[in-house]
């Protein structure tokens, strides 16, 4: 069975940083790409990060600036994506979803999600 | 980035209805596009990949269509389960960019 399991959230003041981990079992974790996708308290989903399945090619979405901020990284041998944050704002406040990218011939999804970890930025 | 353009954002309606969602991309973007369902305090799940197809165990009264920048998603017949919020997601080019959703409620 598939698992994604998120950790490291917890509440931190604005300027700081944070450490978010993923562990993954179930599959042969090194053979896909994954994702961060994160989601405000009511809000909607936004795309936040990704890494390929060698950790060779990273991406981040320019929309929320977390570039320059954030760096995703995975270590294959313990099966597990992590996701490094600093300078937090307020505006990072959100749950944040570890993904499976799962890639056909016909299609790229996030078809195996992590159940989020919270992350609250405030003083 | 691409924009993902969903409307409407929120939709009542009744068991047995046949619900529609659309979703409009700033550009062409072939048919690449999915669809999720995300339940109160859950994580999202893909009900449709490719804008037609279903995913494995998701059943047939969910469909999607479309193709370049103008996408559908249906439900055939409204079930109280199906309660939840739906997001379309373009994956031609990254950022993985997401509509902002539809709301779904049962009248």
Same mark, same amino acid.
């Given at each position: 069975?598939?698992?994604?399991?998120?950790?490291?959230g917890?509440?931190?003041?604005?300027?700081?940083?944070?450490?978010l981990?993923? %562990?993954?079992?179930g599959?042969t974790?090194?053979?896909? %790409?994954?994702?961060?996708?994160?989601?405000?308290?009511?809000?909607?989903l936004e795309?936040?990060?990704?890494?390929?399945s060698?950790?060779g090619?990273?991406y981040?979405a320019?929309?929320?600036s977390v570039?320059g901020?954030?760096?995703?990284?995975?270590?294959?041998?313990k099966?597990?994506l992590?996701?490094q944050?600093?300078?937090?704002?307020?505006e990072?406040?959100?749950?944040?979803y570890?993904?499976?990218g799962?890639?056909s011939?016909?299609?790229?999804?996030q078809?195996y999600?992590?159940?989020g970890?919270?992350?609250?930025?405030?003083? | 980035?691409?924009?993902?353009?969903?409307?409407?954002?929120?939709?009542?309606?009744?068991?047995g209805?046949?619900?529609?969602?659309?979703c409009q991309?700033?550009q062409?973007i072939n048919n #690449?596009?999915?669809w #999720?369902q995300?339940k109160?305090?859950k994580?999202?799940k893909?009900?449709?990949?490719?804008?037609?197809?279903?995913e494995?165990?998701?059943p047939?009264?969910?469909?999607?269509?479309g193709?370049?920048?103008?996408?559908?998603?249906?439900?055939?017949?409204?079930?109280?389960e199906d309660?939840?919020?739906?997001?379309?997601?373009? #994956?031609?080019n990254?950022p993985y960019?997401?509509?902002q959703?539809?709301?779904?409620?049962?009248?």
């Amino acid at each position: 069975e598939v698992q994604l399991v998120e950790s490291g959230g917890g509440l931190v003041q604005p300027g700081g940083s944070l450490r978010l981990s993923c %562990a993954a079992s179930g599959f042969t974790f090194s053979a896909y %790409a994954m994702h961060w996708v994160r989601q405000a308290p009511g809000k909607g989903l936004e795309y936040v990060t990704a890494i390929s399945s060698n950790g060779g090619s990273t991406y981040y979405a320019n929309a929320n600036s977390v570039k320059g901020r954030f760096t995703i990284s995975r270590d294959n041998s313990k099966n597990t994506l992590y996701l490094q944050m600093g300078s937090l704002r307020a505006e990072d406040t959100a749950v944040y979803y570890c993904a499976r990218g799962y890639c056909s011939s016909i299609s790229c999804r996030q078809d195996y999600w992590g159940q989020g970890t919270l992350v609250t930025v405030s003083s | 980035d691409v924009q993902m353009t969903q409307s409407p954002s929120s939709l009542s309606a009744s068991v047995g209805d046949r619900v529609t969602i659309t979703c409009q991309a700033s550009q062409d973007i072939n048919n #690449y596009v999915n669809w #999720y369902q995300q339940k109160p305090g859950k994580a999202p799940k893909v009900l449709i990949y490719g804008a037609s197809n279903l995913e494995t165990g998701v059943p047939s009264r969910f469909s999607g269509s479309g193709s370049g920048t103008d996408f559908t998603f249906t439900i055939s017949s409204l079930q109280p389960e199906d309660i939840a919020t739906y997001y379309c997601q373009q #994956y031609d080019n990254l950022p993985y960019t997401f509509g902002q959703g539809t709301k779904l409620e049962i009248k």
